[in-house]
């Protein structure tokens, strides 16, 4: 998805690269035919595989790194600082990956090469969203991003296993008072008739951190996530039997994964991912509440837009050399309106009281 909607907005040529070559070579077949102009070919390449990675970089500008290897982060890092190129990956955020990448921060610096790392939605667009409401307000003084999904599309289980992984990391902190605390309950959030009212937790993100700091009047922030849907297959029979498997060896957790991506495909509509921010604030005397909503049938979709939006602004040399987050790398309004013009469904709703 994500090298066709690059196809599609950027003037670029493509390599895919995956550790099964029938399969990127399938997907780069199929490109071809629809952007006949394109240099578009496919190499085998396992992201563990150091010595391959520099061979597979040696022939690029840059990668975008949108599979589930965040272990390889120090061996796909190091192989594009060798090959002098940029690199955007849009895995779940990770203490892991964050501290590899910033110990290499200089070196990239110095090599004036262009990383982009936390992209796509979640990590990706909630610091983006809250920097969009600021200067909405004369004084922004709370800004609560909400996210929900449900699908029918599991990822592979080795994705939800590095899911799960990086899931236990998470910490329940949100901005208040000053300060990053443990939220002290869950905090329900208005999905529309979609998804109804649903309570949400926290879930601190580190693409956060600086915004209290950058929009001195917010006294509080945080992101939340909507409770994951279930189905009768989940509830009766996949949690049941996962919570038996022992989960210390890989393969039992392999089974327990596939198991659960299994079970996804029970969940009922709507299928839908919609990420919110509510700005709470002051204009021109008023006490203003601000919603905006974006939301789109396919969560897989609204990942590869962020990720092609973003891609687009380091594309038009927007973004300058250095280790960034996609939160901080891009400029707001033209995220945004890219995003919609690529599909999403963005909606803005403003309520001011005396
Ligand atoms: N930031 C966001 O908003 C966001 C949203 C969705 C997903 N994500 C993240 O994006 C990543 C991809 O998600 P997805 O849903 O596309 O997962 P997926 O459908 O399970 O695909 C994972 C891909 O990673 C490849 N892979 C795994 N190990 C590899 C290795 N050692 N070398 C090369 N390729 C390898 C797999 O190749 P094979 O086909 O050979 O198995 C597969 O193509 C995950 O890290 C996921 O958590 C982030």
Not at 268 to 280: H, K
């Amino acid at each position: 998805m994500i090298a066709e909607l690059l196809l599609q907005q950027a003037d670029v040529d493509l390599t895919l690269a995956g550790r099964r070559l029938a399969k990127v070579q399938a997907v780069a077949d199929e490109l071809r035919q629809k952007h006949e102009n394109r240099q578009i070919s496919a190499i085998q390449v396992d992201a563990g595989d150091l010595a391959g990675l520099e061979k597979a970089f040696a022939r690029a500008d840059f990668v975008v790194v949108s599979s589930s290897t965040i272990e390889h982060t120090r061996f796909v890092a190091e192989a594009a600082l060798k090959a002098g190129i940029g690199y955007f990956d849009h895995q779940p955020t990770s203490r892991d990956k964050i501290a590899t990448l910033k110990s290499l921060k200089t070196r990239i610096i110095e090599a004036g090469c262009c990383f982009i790392t936390e992209g796509g939605v979640i990590p990706g667009l909630p610091a983006m969203l809250v920097r969009y409401l600021a200067p909405r307000f004369d004084r922004l003084e709370s800004a609560q991003v909400a996210f929900v999904m449900q699908d029918d599309k599991a990822p592979s289980p080795e994705t939800l296993i590095e899911l799960k992984t990086q899931w236990k990391q998470y910490q329940p902190l949100v901005f208040k008072q000053g300060t990053w605390q443990l939220a002290e309950q869950m905090v329900e959030f208005d999905f529309t008739e979609s998804f109804g009212t649903k309570p949400c937790m926290a879930c601190y993100l580190d693409e956060l951190e600086s915004l209290p700091k950058e929009i001195a009047s917010l006294r509080e922030v945080g992101f939340y996530i909507g409770a994951l849907a279930s189905n009768w297959f989940m509830r009766w029979v996949a949690r049941p039997i996962t919570s038996l498997i022992p989960t210390r060896s890989l393969g039992f957790r392999r089974l327990s994964a596939r198991l659960l991506s299994w079970g996804i495909r029970f969940n009922p509509p709507p299928y839908l991912m919609m990420i919110m921010v509510e700005g709470r604030g002051w204009c021109n005397g008023e006490s203003v509440f601000m919603r905006l909503r974006l939301s789109h049938p396919s969560s897989y979709f609204v990942t590869a837009a962020s990720s092609v939006a973003c891609l687009l602004q380091y594309l038009s040399q927007d973004i300058p050399p250095g280790l960034w987050y996609q939160a901080d790398a891009v400029d707001d309004e033209r995220m945004l309106s890219d995003l919609q013009r690529l599909g999403v469904k963005v909606e803005i709703e403003t309520v001011a009281s005396h």
